[in-house]
């Protein structure tokens, strides 16, 4: 029965963890510190401390990180770029 408590405690922790993150990074995007924007490479959504697009991001610098099974599978394969406009 402990253990089940103790994973419970655990989970409760990295959801608090992760929500306190996510309303920290929110305002950081509502003063104008950090915006989440496009990648011009790839499309991926990415953060940047300036309005403007990313020329790169870490899925287009490091994809066998990021995706490892499908690169390990892939090893030839491009990067599939997708034409995904964001619509307000």
Do not use: K, Q
Not at 28 to 41: D, H, Q, T
Not at 60 to 77: N, Q, T, V
């Amino acid at each position: 029965m402990t253990a089940y408590e103790v994973l419970t405690v655990a989970l409760i922790v990295a959801l608090a963890t992760l929500a306190s993150l996510a309303i920290y990074l929110g305002l950081m995007n509502w003063i104008g510190a950090l915006y989440v924007v496009r990648c011009s490479a790839c499309h991926h959504l990415a953060f940047n401390s300036r309005r403007d697009p990313r020329v790169s991001c870490p899925h287009c610098e490091h994809p066998s990180l990021l995706h490892p099974i499908y690169a390990a599978r892939h090893r030839d394969a491009p990067v599939r770029i997708l034409d995904d406009r964001l619509r307000y």
